[in-house]
């Protein structure tokens, strides 16, 4: 007869992916996970696989949990620059018990020279979120809010590349509105 399991995945996943989040993939050990999972070593080996599968999980869901915050705080009514803006500020958007910066970005500067994996991951991440951008410069476009001549694949590559900054500075910056200055200053190019 098959073991019922006695926790939520998706719970204790969220709480392995806070620990990866907060520490890396390399600084945190099996043994933590375990704690801060509050399961035991063998469930963990047996639903999520070893700690490069839980963290791969881990990653999924993060960019799972993300979609769903963009999808709630970015209506598609917004004007063009508005729903760029809060995308760029998501980041700074976080709940008490969020470590700061992103995991994707931690992901991409702790793992992408040395995991072939993580690296694929990262970049198909990158690629969904750049194809976002361009998806709401399009509706923008279409809108009449930008210009018909403007590249709309550069301007989605600039404001991914000003996304990505936004995140690494999250993580360091003690001043959120130093970075929504920047923020407005990138926006600026949709004027």
């Known amino acids: 007869m098959a073991r019922v399991k006695e926790f939520d995945e998706t719970e204790v ?7 990866f989040w ?3 993939y390399e600084k945190t050990s099996m043994q933590e996970l375990v704690d801060v999972m509050g399961i035991h070593r063998r469930s963990i080996y047996d639903t999520f696989g070893d700690k490069h599968q839980l963290f791969l999980k881990s990653l999924a869901l993060y960019e799972q949990n993300l ?14 620059g508005e729903r760029i ?6 980041t700074l958007d976080r709940e008490a018990d969020q470590p700061a910066g992103c995991l994707v970005v931690n992901t991409a500067t702790e793992l992408a020279l040395i ?3 993580a690296k694929l991951r990262v970049a198909a991440i990158f690629h969904r979120s750049e194809n976002y951008l361009l998806t709401v410069l399009t509706q923008g476009q279409q809108k009449g809010e930008i ?3 403007a590249s709309l694949e550069s301007l989605a590559h600039y404001f991914h590349t000003v996304w990505l900054g936004v995140r690494v500075d999250a993580k ?15 926006l600026q190019v949709l004027s």
């Open 85 to 90: 803006r809060r995308l760029l500020a998501i």
């Open 115 to 117: 995991d072939d994996e």
């Open 172 to 186: 360091i910056s003690s001043d959120p509105a130093e970075i929504f200055q920047t923020i407005d200053h990138a």
């Open 147 to 149: 210009a018909q001549a």
């Open 22 to 24: 907060q520490q890396g």
């Open 13 to 19: 996943l969220t709480k392995a992916m806070q620990l």
């Open 67 to 80: 979609a769903e915050k963009i999808n709630q705080r970015i209506p598609v009514e917004l004007p063009t």
